[in-house]
C-alpha cells in the first residue's frame, strides 16, 4: 500500500438515537492507526445519550430537527463544514472491523489522482442472519476492485454502487459535482457516484478496509426498502438510463443464493429465499409506478414514511398528477 497523502481527513457521522453503538464506534475511531483530523456529528435530536457521547468522544455535534435530516441535504452540509480534503462517512453502526480500516479506507486516494470515491467492505454482524451474511458476501466480495464510467458496459448499475455507511470522498470532487443532491428518498451516494463516474472520475472498493455492519429485515422492511428503490429509481430515471436496469442485479443475487442452499440442503431457507425475491420484486416494481398510487397508502408502502409528509414527498407525489 502506498503512503497515505498528507491530507486533512474529516470524518462525518449522522446520528439519530445512536447510543447503542456510538460508543463502540467511536472508541474503535479513537484507536485507529490514521487518527482523522476531526470528527463531525450531525444529530437528529436524540432523545438518548448520542450527543453527550460524542461530546465525551471529542468530536464536533451539530444539533438539527429531526424534521430538517435530509439524507443528501444533511450530508451536504456537513461536508461543506468540514475542514478536511478527504471526507470519510459512517452510519452510526457501522463498526470498524482493524485498527487500519481507515488507513486502508483512504489509501487509494495516494496512489491515483482520478479516483474520488473510496468504499469498504461491509461484514455481517455477529447477529446477522444467513439471508443478510449472504447479501454482505455479494455486495462485499473478498476482491479489491477500480471501477470507470466505461465499465457500465459490463457492469451496469453495480458500477455506481457505494455505500456512505462507510466511504471516502475527495472533497473537491464532491463539490465539483455539486455534493449531494438534496430532497431524494434515500441513495444519494450512488447518484453522487453515477455523477462523478460520468466526470471522469473512477471509484475504489477496498476490500481491505473493513466495517461490521449489516441488517436483519423482516419480510415487510424487504417489501418497503424495495418499494423505497423503486421510487428512487423512478424519480432519477437518469441512473437506469445511463448505468443499466437492477432486475438482472437481483435475478443473479438470487441464483447464487439458491445454489448454495441447495448444496447444504436448506430447503425452508430456499423457500424464504424466494418469498422474499418475491416481495422485494413486487415491492420494486410498485415503487417505480408510486405515481398513480393514491397518495395515502404511500407512507404505508414505504420504509422512509415520514419522507411522503416533506416537500419533497409531496412535491414527488404532485408531479405525478399533473
Not at 4 to 26: D, G
Not at 80 to 92: D, I, K, P, S
Not at 128 to 150: K, M, Q, V
Request: charged share 25%.
Amino acid at each position: 500500500m502506498c503512503d497515505i497523502p498528507l491530507a486533512m481527513i474529516s470524518v462525518i457521522i449522522p446520528t439519530c438515537n445512536a447510543a447503542k453503538t456510538l460508543t463502540e464506534l467511536l472508541a474503535v475511531l479513537a484507536r485507529q492507526t490514521l487518527q482523522p483530523d476531526e470528527v463531525l456529528v450531525v444529530d437528529s435530536s436524540s432523545e438518548d445519550d448520542t450527543v453527550a457521547i460524542a461530546r465525551q468522544f471529542g468530536a464536533k455535534v451539530t444539533v438539527i430537527d429531526r424534521q430538517r435530516f435530509d439524507h443528501g441535504g444533511t450530508r451536504s452540509e456537513m461536508a461543506r463544514m468540514a475542514r478536511g480534503e478527504l471526507l470519510v462517512f459512517f452510519t452510526q453502526d457501522a463498526i470498524p472491523a482493524t485498527r487500519d480500516a481507515l488507513a486502508r479506507l483512504v489509501g487509494p486516494f495516494a496512489e491515483q489522482e482520478d479516483i474520488a470515491v473510496t468504499y469498504g467492505r461491509q461484514l455481517p454482524g455477529n447477529d446477522a442472519t444467513w439471508i443478510a451474511a449472504s447479501l454482505r458476501r455479494f455486495n462485499y466480495p473478498e476482491h479489491s476492485s477500480i471501477r470507470g464510467f466505461d465499465d457500465r458496459v459490463k457492469t451496469g448499475l453495480r458500477t455506481a454502487f457505494v455505500s456512505n455507511s462507510f466511504a471516502a470522498y475527495r472533497k473537491d470532487a464532491l463539490a465539483e459535482s455539486g455534493y449531494f443532491k438534496n430532497g431524494l428518498i434515500f441513495g444519494e451516494d450512488t447518484c453522487t457516484v453515477g455523477r462523478l463516474l460520468a466526470r471522469g472520475y473512477r471509484i475504489a472498493y477496498v476490500s481491505e478496509a473493513k466495517v461490521y455492519h449489516s441488517h436483519n429485515y423482516s419480510l415487510s422492511e424487504e417489501f418497503r426498502r424495495s418499494f423505497d428503490i423503486g421510487v428512487l429509481h423512478a424519480m432519477e430515471a437518469w441512473l437506469l438510463e445511463t448505468y443499466g436496469h437492477a432486475e438482472g442485479i437481483g435475478f443473479r443475487f438470487v441464483l447464487q443464493q439458491l445454489r448454495e442452499l441447495g448444496r447444504q440442503g436448506r430447503m425452508s431457507l430456499m423457500i424464504e429465499v424466494l418469498a422474499r425475491t418475491v416481495l422485494k420484486y413486487c415491492g420494486y416494481r410498485l415503487g417505480r409506478s408510486f405515481r398513480s398510487i393514491p397518495a395515502h397508502f404511500l407512507p404505508r408502502l414505504s420504509m422512509h414514511s415520514s419522507w411522503w409528509q416533506g416537500n419533497r414527498g409531496r412535491e414527488a407525489v404532485a408531479s405525478g398528477r399533473r
